[in-house]
């Protein structure tokens, strides 16, 4: 493999936004799934993760496929649903940006914790990101099943080794939550404004 499993994601940040500015659907949807074959290397620690990422890419993929140039801006079938007011359903796109938005947090937390707390062990990473992160907006059962899937977190030198590649995995991982947190915050921002950010899990 060229370079670390994070190179795909992180050529693909670089063509999030247009010229304009402006957040881009698809390049937006393809760094996430860049992340994908990064948490298949977790294990089954991170299956329900990876499964409700995946669940809210294909969500979002099928609401922009259905219109590929009125929803180019990943915002405007938000907006769209906003103006609605259907955004608050469990099914809508907006909530599914919101959850897409939220395990990113989180993986981007967990990375950094994984560069900033050598010491730490895998589950302890794991913890404190999720504490960090999605613990606050899910229920009590949600929040159970990722106690105990965390429990299951790979050894960390073993799972550094898988993921380094040919690269320098440090110098990646730190590139990626650089690159990839403000894209996050510019999602919150725009779910706060229109009222959307604080939903939790039902």
């Known amino acids: 493999m060229e370079?670390?499993?994070?190179?795909?994601?992180?050529?693909?940040?670089?063509?999030?936004?247009?010229?304009?500015?402006?957040?881009?659907?698809?390049?937006?949807l393809d760094v996430c799934k860049h992340i994908?074959?990064?948490?298949?290397?977790?294990?089954?620690?991170?299956?329900?993760?990876?499964?409700?990422?995946?669940?809210?890419?294909?969500?979002?993929?099928?609401?922009?496929?259905?219109?590929?140039t009125k929803y180019t801006n990943l915002y405007s079938m938000v907006q769209e649903e906003v103006?609605?007011?259907?955004?608050?359903?469990?099914?809508?796109?907006?909530?599914?940006?919101l959850w897409l938005t939220?395990?990113?947090?989180?993986l981007v937390a967990l990375f950094r914790n994984l560069l900033e707390h050598q010491d730490w062990a895998m589950s302890?990473?794991?913890s404190d990101s999720y504490s960090k992160t999605l613990k606050k907006w899910h229920g009590w059962l949600a929040s159970s099943s990722f106690t105990v899937a965390m429990k299951l977190a790979p050894d960390r030198k073993k799972f550094m080794d898988v993921i380094c590649g040919t690269?320098?995995?440090?110098?990646?991982?730190?590139?990626?939550?650089?690159?990839?947190?403000?894209?996050?915050?510019?999602?919150?921002?725009?779910?706060?404004?229109?009222?959307?950010?604080?939903?939790?899990?039902?």
């Open 3 to 28: 370079g670390t499993v994070f190179a795909p994601a992180l050529e693909g940040i670089k063509h999030v936004k247009s010229e304009e500015g402006v957040m881009l659907t698809t390049p937006f």
């Open 36 to 68: 994908l074959p990064i948490i298949e290397k977790f294990g089954a620690a991170m299956a329900l993760v990876k499964s409700d990422i995946g669940g809210n890419i294909t969500r979002l993929e099928n609401k922009y496929l259905s219109n590929p």
């Open 83 to 97: 103006e609605a007011k259907t955004a608050k359903g469990s099914s809508s796109c907006t909530n599914g940006l």
């Open 102 to 106: 939220r395990a990113m947090d989180f």
């Open 124 to 126: 302890q990473a794991c």
């Open 167 to 202: 690269g320098d995995i440090n110098s990646d991982i730190e590139k990626f939550c650089t690159t990839f947190s403000p894209l996050l915050e510019e999602n919150h921002k725009f779910l706060a404004n229109v009222g959307m950010d604080e939903l939790k899990a039902s």
